[in-house]
């Protein structure tokens, strides 16, 4: 079928914006920033479809799969359907859905003897109150708000939070080569790319819908972050927190501050998933979050490539 993908690039975003927030959904993926912070990484690519829906098809480790269709709920059938038209007759493949949200899952309620739908763990996503991670008050968040309390401490008079805008992507780039020097060669291997979307986020912050804030420590920035904003759902998306580790509290005084100045109408943040690395997990565990963005994985069965069904 007559679908055309083109690569993800900055000029196209604007346009691509108003697909998103037609419904509810309180992934990561609510928003299309996710989608270039890692589109080379992913090599992830768009159709737009009758002024209706957005189709996000991308490769993971060598393998071709799509995103559910970004439109509304009602038109989420007909353009599943397009998708799975197109991996069958133009790729050949049996299609694959990476990442459907819970809420999508349920409203397609695909039959069992055509596809299989799992549950990926490792990527769901963490979300928290925001008026507790402003706060941090209670018992559950009273050492996070200790670590915060011996940095105020520490650093009276040092420090300063900032509002970031495409004028400072400098400093970024200055603290992102040392962080990323600090963390030498055996690190996970999407970091690189990871730091090579942000200097895409920087190079072309004008064009994006994005939100940054930074804490400079003796005038040099120490920590900062990158976020997007889901009206729908009153949800902060913290795409980007990057803190010095060996400044005592400083990642707990960047959560806060960076919700405070950047999200103050926010009810509900979204600190995305951890990858399923352990050390991650017990971080996001740590800020007690309430609830998760359950997400999985929808695997269409029984098609034959040979005979086309």
């Excluded at 037609?22 to 989608?35: E, G, M, Y």
Aim: proline fraction near 3%.
């Amino acid at each position: 079928m007559d679908l055309e993908f083109k690569k993800l690039d900055a000029p196209s975003i604007e346009a691509l914006t108003r697909f998103y927030g037609q419904r509810h959904d309180r992934t990561c993926d609510s928003v299309i920033l996710d989608s270039f912070l890692w589109a080379k990484f992913y090599d992830v690519r768009y159709a737009v479809r009758d002024d209706r829906a957005l189709l996000w098809v991308m490769t993971i480790h060598g393998k071709r799969f799509a995103a559910l269709p970004v439109c509304k709920m009602e038109d989420m059938p007909g353009y599943f359907h397009e998708l799975e038209r197109y991996f069958n007759e133009n790729l050949k493949l049996p299609l694959e859905i990476y990442l459907a949200d819970e809420a999508a899952v349920e409203y397609l309620a695909l039959p069992t003897e055509r596809y299989l739908v799992e549950e990926l763990p490792d990527s769901r996503d963490y979300l928290y109150s925001a008026a507790a991670l402003k706060s941090l008050s209670g018992k559950k968040l009273h050492k996070k708000k200790n670590h915060l309390n011996s940095f105020l401490r520490l650093y009276e008079g040092r420090y300063e939070y900032r509002t970031l805008c495409c004028s400072d992507r400098m400093d970024i780039w200055r603290f992102l080569d040392k962080w990323r020097e600090q963390k030498g060669q055996e690190v996970e291997g999407h970091l690189d790319y990871e730091v090579e979307g942000i200097h895409e986020i920087l190079n072309n912050c004008c064009l994006l819908n994005v939100r940054m804030g930074g804490i400079y420590v003796d005038g040099a920035l120490e920590a900062f972050s990158i976020g997007s904003y889901n009206e729908r759902e009153k949800m902060a998306i913290i795409h980007i927190e990057k803190a010095n580790a060996a400044i005592p509290g400083l990642y707990q005084f960047i959560n806060q501050q960076f919700l405070i100045h950047e999200f103050a109408e926010a009810e509900l943040v979204n600190r995305e998933d951890d990858m399923g690395l352990p050390g991650l997990r017990q971080a996001k565990m740590s800020y007690a979050p309430i609830d998760f963005a359950r997400k999985f994985r929808i695997r269409q069965i029984g098609w034959n490539a040979v005979e086309g069904v």
